[in-house]
């Protein structure tokens, strides 16, 4: 019932991307890649990239397509039923790519997004640190001056992509010494720089999309990688936080959905008591309150999209679409396991790799207490700032003489 928010060419998207889903990428990957046997799929980033399916958004002139976020929306949705290492890796081109693409220079935009989208280069985004998760601004890797370069010290982890990466956005601090939003800018740092990348990580799900950590020892960056202003890491980090948490909203909606398709072909054949279980309130109602809360989380989500792409300030709009859509994807996970009683919670059915992926997706690009913590504080500022444009409805209340009553101190 979305599509009527789609214009014709993001339907015909839609269908392109299916295609490509059910087409193009084989089970066999998707299982090596859940066992680790696969470390970093890049003949499936390739493959998207000869369907011209990468970085939609971004103009024809650097290769993308130049679509909506509603059109991009709608293609993360249908690989989202890949799962959330595939999803996340297609994700990527589209929030590293957006800081080159607004804030990059033209040579940056030929050496690093052209080919990007070509699928001849990979990338990744270097963002968390070994001593802060979500205190970006107490990042410490630092990046100081040298000549024509800068030299670049410290660690980065949990950088999905970081084993199939040919260069990684970065973010370093250049001022130390600076109040922290002015203190930290933001570098395209090539692999062979001298950036070390070490895979230590076993993950509970998400895996094979190249997860690792990145060791930066006197890497030796020239200084026209720089991207946006000096010490202005501060506006590539606020712009690239759309992408990031609307990715993760919009890959959610995809793997809720085929968590609840699968659950609900299930009940419609298995039978308990003479009957397909279907028929039992217990059930059915589950798949009620999942495709609600499901349909509840996409419009959300698609409305943020064009809210993003009519320009408006986003930030709260963005955030509420991660934070329900992620959490709306584990209640969904755990309806349908829940539906299928035992068997789905073996690896039969792949209900118990979306729950492993699922617990992630409200925890990165921001966790979700981060998310309310800017919902609260957007939403404060909004209806404290339109005292007086509207009725005042307290005006309304039964008790004409209770002005008295109304202590606040």
Not at 223 to 239: D, E, T
């Amino acid at each position: 019932m979305f599509e009527i928010l789609l214009t014709q060419e993001e339907r015909k998207l839609k269908q392109e991307v299916r295609r490509f889903v059910k087409e193009k990428v084989p089970s066999s990957l998707v299982r090596a890649m859940d066992a680790d046997e696969v470390r970093y799929p890049k003949g499936y980033m390739e493959s998207l990239a000869s369907e011209n399916l990468l970085g939609l958004r971004f103009s024809k002139e650097w290769g993308g397509r130049g679509l909506h976020w509603t059109g991009e929306v709608t293609a993360i949705e249908e690989i989202g039923i890949l799962g959330s290492g595939m999803s996340c890796l297609y994700s990527l081109v589209s929030i590293v790519g957006e800081a080159i693409h607004h804030f990059g220079t033209p040579e940056q935009k030929g050496k690093y997004l052209k080919p990007t989208l070509e699928g001849k280069l990979c990338c990744a985004e270097a963002l968390t640190e070994p001593r802060g998760g979500s205190d970006f601004f107490g990042a410490t890797t630092l990046a100081k001056r040298d000549g024509e370069h800068y030299i670049l010290n410290g660690q980065k982890r949990f950088v999905v992509g970081a084993e199939g990466a040919d260069y990684f956005l970065v973010y370093a601090k250049t001022a130390p010494e600076a109040e922290p939003h002015k203190s930290i800018s933001c570098f395209i740092v090539e692999r062979e720089m001298g950036v070390e990348v070490k895979h230590v990580y076993g993950l509970l799900g998400s895996r094979g999309g190249g997860t690792g950590r990145l060791y930066f020892k006197d890497a030796r960056v020239p200084a026209k990688n720089l991207v946006g202003p000096l010490n202005g890491g501060y506006l590539v980090f606020n712009r690239m936080m759309i992408p990031e948490r609307l990715t993760t909203a919009a890959g959610a909606l995809g793997m809720a959905r085929s968590c609840l398709e699968i659950a609900t072909r299930y009940s419609n054949r298995r039978k308990a008591f003479g009957e397909t279980i279907r028929k039992f309130q217990a059930v059915s109602f589950k798949v009620a309150d999942a495709i609600s809360k499901l349909d509840a989380a996409r419009g959300l989500v698609y409305v943020a999209a064009r809210h993003v792409d009519e320009g408006l300030d986003s930030r709260r709009m963005v955030s509420e679409a991660k934070k329900v859509s992620t959490e709306m994807l584990w209640e969904v996970v755990n309806y349908s396991m829940q539906i299928m009683g035992g068997i789905g919670y073996t690896n039969v059915y792949p209900i118990e790799r979306f729950f492993r992926d699922a617990r992630l997706q409200m925890i990165w690009t921001g966790t979700n207490e981060v998310m309310s913590l800017l919902i609260q504080h957007e939403f404060y500022k909004e209806v404290l700032e339109r005292i007086g444009e509207s009725r005042d409805v307290e005006g309304d209340a039964g008790d004409l003489e209770g002005e008295e009553e109304k202590v606040y101190e």
